[in-house]
C-alpha cells in the first residue's frame, strides 16, 4: 500500500500539548485540527503524563473529529548485544479512556532524575563556553512542572546561540547533536517491556514510535527494536510508518517492516511547535483497524 492508499480521513496520533513540551493549548490544537485541518483522528500525546483522560467528539460544519487520550511514554531499553540503553518511546493510545493513576509508579521516579539530567546537559553545554544556569531553566518550567530539552533549547534561541530550536537541537542537545548525553544515565524511566505491556492491561494501545529517530541505532538494532516491540506487545500493536519528518523512502522501508512484523501503521507530525503543521496523509482506516485489534 502506498502513499496514495492512505488518503482517506486523515489523522495525527501524535500531538504535544502545553502539558509538555508544546506549545498550544489542547483546545488550540482542537481547534486548528477541526476547523484548518478538516483531520478525523487525533490524539493527545504528551510526554510521561495525561492531558486527558476521556475520548471525545466536536464537531463543526457536519465535520467530525474524534480527540483521544494518549500518552508518549519514555522507556528504557536494553540494546541487545551492547552494553548500553537507548530511551526509547512508546505512544499509549486509549480510545477506551485511561485512569492515569495507573501509570503514577511509572512517571513518579520521573522528575528527580530530569533535574540530574539536565544539569549533566548545563555542564557539557559550559565546556562548550556557553553558560546557561539552572536557575534560568527553572524559570521557565511549565506550570505542570515540565522541563526538559526543548526548554534549554528555547533560551539559548533568545540568548542568539541559534536561530531556530531545530538548529539548536542538532547542534548542541538533540538525539543527533555530537553533544547528546542519554537520559537513561540519568533518570528511572520504566523498563520498555513494562510499559508496553502495562498500555494493555489498561485497554490501551502500544505504538513504537519514529523508529529511526533514535541516537546512534544501527540498522540491525532498529530491526531488532521492532521486532522486540512486536514481541512485548504480542503481535498487537503499532509502529509510526508516515512520519512527518521522514521521506518517501524511509516511510516506504517502514511500511514494509510493519507488515513483516504484522504491526498496524501509525500517521504522525510530532508536533510540538506553532509553526509546525499537522500530519499530511490520510489515515482512517488504520486507526479503524487499531479499534478492531483493542
Do not use: W
Not at 23 to 37: F, G, P, Q
Not at 112 to 122: H, P, S, V
Not at 138 to 144: F, G, L, P, S
Amino acid at each position: 500500500m502506498g502513499r496514495q492508499e492512505v488518503s482517506e480521513g486523515r489523522i495525527d496520533l501524535h500531538l504535544h500539548s502545553l502539558l509538555s513540551d508544546g506549545l498550544n493549548t489542547v483546545k488550540e490544537i482542537v481547534d486548528l485540527a477541526l476547523n484548518r485541518e478538516k483531520l478525523s483522528v487525533i490524539a493527545i500525546t504528551d510526554h510521561n503524563c495525561f492531558a486527558l483522560t476521556k475520548k471525545y467528539i466536536v464537531e463543526a460544519d457536519g465535520h467530525l473529529l474524534e480527540v483521544l487520550p494518549g500518552c508518549e511514554f519514555s522507556t528504557t531499553y536494553v540494546v541487545p548485544g551492547g552494553n548500553r540503553t537507548e530511551e526509547i518511546h512508546v505512544i499509549g493510545l486509549f480510545p477506551k479512556g485511561v485512569n492515569p493513576q495507573e501509570f503514577q509508579d511509572l512517571f513518579d521516579p520521573i522528575a528527580e532524575g530530569k533535574k540530574r539530567y539536565i544539569a549533566a546537559i548545563l555542564d557539557q553545554l559550559h565546556e562548550l563556553g556557553i553558560d546557561l544556569s539552572m536557575e534560568e531553566v527553572m524559570k521557565v518550567k511549565r506550570e505542570t512542572g515540565y522541563v526538559g530539552r526543548f526548554q534549554i533549547a528555547e533560551i539559548l534561541v533568545t540568548k542568539g546561540y541559534g536561530r531556530t530550536v531545530d538548529e539548536i537541537m542538532d547542534r548542541y542537545i538533540g538525539n543527533y547533536s555530537p553533544y547528546y548525553i542519554s537520559a537513561t544515565n540519568y533518570v528511572k524511566y520504566a523498563d520498555f517491556r513494562t510499559v508496553i505491556q502495562r498500555i494493555q492491561m489498561n485497554s490501551g494501545f502500544p505504538v513504537l514510535c519514529h523508529p529511526y529517530s533514535y541516537h546512534q541505532m544501527s540498522e540491525n538494532e532498529v530491526l531488532t527494536l521492532i521486532h522486540d516491540f512486536k514481541e512485548a506487545a504480542g503481535g498487537v500493536g503499532g509502529l509510526e510508518v508516515y512520519y512527518l519528518e521522514y521521506t518517501e523512502e524511509q516511510q516506504a522501508s517502514l511500511r514494509k517492516l510493519a507488515d513483516e512484523a504484522h504491526l498496524i501503521p501509525s500517521v504522525a507530525s510530532d508536533r510540538h511547535r506553532k509553526d509546525q503543521p499537522f500530519a499530511d496523509l490520510g489515515g482512517y482506516s488504520f486507526y479503524m483497524e487499531m479499534l478492531k485489534a483493542l
